[in-house]
């Protein structure tokens, strides 16, 4: 290994793991924005519009939230996948 190399890889290390922390901090202001946003502090105005037969701001505490944490998750894992290969960390 070249000494350049292992100079390098702490900074390859560090990109990646900053760009892993930015994702999962959009990820989890999503996650909070939808679960006690939605669900929550604006449950009053949400439940003026009606969807599907129910009201927005319950839809959104019971079943939207889930919906959008199952998205997430996918989200997660392919920006991650794209992330790992984009710093060649990724699995063979």
Do not use: C
């Not at 439940?47 to 129910?54: C, F, H, P, T, V």
């Amino acid at each position: 290994m070249q000494p350049e190399q292992v100079h390098a890889q702490p900074s390859k290390a560090a990109q990646y793991w900053s760009e892993n922390l930015r994702l999962l901090a959009i990820l989890l202001t999503i996650w909070f924005v939808v679960s006690f946003g939605f669900g929550i502090l604006l449950v009053e105005p949400l439940n003026a519009i009606m969807l599907g037969g129910y009201p927005l701001g319950f839809w959104f505490a019971q079943q939207g939230s889930i919906y959008i944490f199952v998205v997430l998750i996918f989200v997660y894992a392919t920006a991650m996948n794209r992330l790992d290969k984009k710093y060649d960390f990724g699995e063979e």
